[in-house]
């Protein structure tokens, strides 16, 4: 088994916690792309694949020599999270998850972890496999739950019963997860208010430490994208997405979770630490077919195609397929999209890089008097108040720097360049 990590990368933090020499955060993430599904469902647009589960031990293979590749020297921040996604991580033997983490801790360090999540479908991870993985040290499991009503698993194309949910989340807590986020889904076709509210009573009974809440949307390619351009599916009124959003958000505040992002919340501060690595604009390293990653001011991805994938990792090539350097002004916009979406919202010094909060105050004074009430700026952040998240696109939007500001405190030399 997993023997626990060792310490190999504290030497790139100082004291203060900070990388030396850098004004990037110190710390950053691990993404793991795994893009085996049971079924593909037909309103997902992840790189996913079915029926491919034949070659799982050889994506290992593959997977195990990215992560080697990686100069771990290369790195300026140190990784404190984990995350296995996809796809359906939980289609991994516990051998193959223990022989990435080993490669991980080899070349990046995981002394520094404090998170390493895995998704797993209901009835598709069984108690003697979670059992494993955390011995292995998965201490946070994320589940795919979507609904616990038949009819709207039918028409998701999901291949779990509300019942499997039931017992894979009993068998997690069983094999020792005390962290556990639950998926759930709403703006389904079909699916009706009071079904949405039902979902919600019975996600209060499980009390997981964490629960996302998506909308479904119609993602470009997708066969549900196909089926409601052709009139054969028709999505539900905007009326009906606005009830559930504030009927979710309602329901989970009443039942002691906070919305620390706009559709995630989490009871005992236990939120997501990986993701808040992506909300907050700072670095991953992506790997799998189609991961993508972010150096601080580079973004760059893998070859969406399993194939490909493999091919050139096994010839000892770099899987990855593109890049795109942010502009300063790109990155302080991003940092805005995502921060507003946040409760803690967005730093407009060290976030969005202006000299001070008057500084801001002064250039956004029309902006903050129109959004009075739906926007706050106290101390050094800029946040939607509950109000605001409902118009959270057209607020965004207004308060996007022009690509010519030139910023200070936005230039990470930051870098996660595989070797060659
Ligand atoms: S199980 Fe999840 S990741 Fe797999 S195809 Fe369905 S929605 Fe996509």
Known sequence: MFPGPTVKNHRRINS????????????????????????????????????????????????????RQVDGDS??????????????????????????????????GLGSVTEITLEANPGEAPLERLRDYRRLGVNRLSLGIQSFDPAVLGFLERL????????????????????????LMFNVPGQSISQWQADLERVLELQPEHISAYSLTVEAGTGLAQAVDAGEIIMPAEETDYRMFTAVRERLAAGGYQAYEVTNFARDGRTCGHNLHYWRIEPYLGLGPAAHGFDGRRRYWNVRDLDQYLKRVAAGESPRSG?????????????????????????????????????????????????????????????????????????????????????RNLTPDTSCRPSP
């Not at 009993?170 to 986020?181: E, L, Q, T, V, Y």
């Not at 106290?378 to 696109?393: C, K, M, N």
Request: proline share 4%.
């Open 75 to 108: 790195i300026s921040w140190s990784v404190d999270t984990v995350y296995m996604g996809g796809g359906t991580p939980s289609l991994l033997p516990p051998a193959g998850v223990e022989r990435l983490l080993r490669a991980l801790d080899d070349t990046l």
């Open 323 to 407: 890049s795109e350097q942010l502009t300063v002004a790109q990155l302080a916009n991003e940092r805005l999209a995502f921060g507003l979406r946040l409760a803690e919202g967005v730093s407009v010094t060290d976030g969005l890089g202006f000299g001070s909060t008057g500084e801001f105050r002064r250039q956004f004074a029309d902006q903050l008097q129109h959004w009075s009430g739906k926007v706050e700026l106290s101390g050094t952040h800029l946040r939607a108040t509950p109000e605001g998240v409902l118009f959270l696109d057209s607020l965004t939007a207004d308060f996007m720097l022009p690509a010519e500001i030139r910023t």
């Open 160 to 183: 779990h019963q509300p019942e499997d949910s039931q017992m894979t989340f009993a068998a997690a807590r069983k094999a020792g997860f005390d962290n556990i986020s639950v998926d």
């Open 16 to 67: 203060s916690g900070h990388s030396q020499g850098s004004s990037v955060p110190a710390t950053g993430g691990v993404y793991l792309h795994i893009p085996f599904c049971g079924h593909k469902c037909f309103y997902c647009d992840y790189y996913t694949l079915a029926g491919r589960e034949d070659i799982i031990d050889r994506f290992v293979e593959c997977l195990e020599r990215e992560v």
